[in-house]
Nanobody, 120 residues
């Protein structure tokens, strides 16, 4: 059973930092590209950052470049999102995502999400 479990969200002041974690299980994590998405109130879900399975360079949405860093620990089957210099507009529910192939139904898998609120 594929599972993605996010943690690390919370309330933080503007300019602060948070580190999100996504623990994965039920599939070969090291072979899977991983992504973070977010959905702000009243807005569509949007891609924040992605990281390939082996090597390669992560990709970032323009609105987080220079502030957020995605990383992964294949030994722990966990992907992280380090968020620095947070802004009120970063307030959203953040979701971990992976797309798995035919063996897993050729579909996207999502975690339950973790709330990030940036407010003074």
């Amino acid at each position: 059973q594929v599972q993605l479990v996010e943690s690390g969200g919370g309330l933080v002041q503007p300019g602060g930092s948070l580190r999100l974690s996504c623990a994965a299980s039920g599939f070969t994590f090291s072979s899977s590209a991983m992504s973070w998405y977010r959905r702000a109130p009243g807005k569509e879900r949007e891609l924040v950052a992605g990281i390939p399975s082996f090597g390669g360079r992560p990709n970032y949405a323009d609105f987080v470049k220079g502030r957020f860093t995605i990383s992964r620990d294949n030994a722990k089957a966990t992907v992280y999102l380090q968020m620095n210099s947070l802004k009120p507009e970063d307030t959203a529910v953040y979701y971990c995502n992976t797309f798995l192939g035919i063996y897993y139904g050729a579909r996207d898998y999502w975690g339950q999400g973790t709330q990030v609120t940036v407010s003074s």
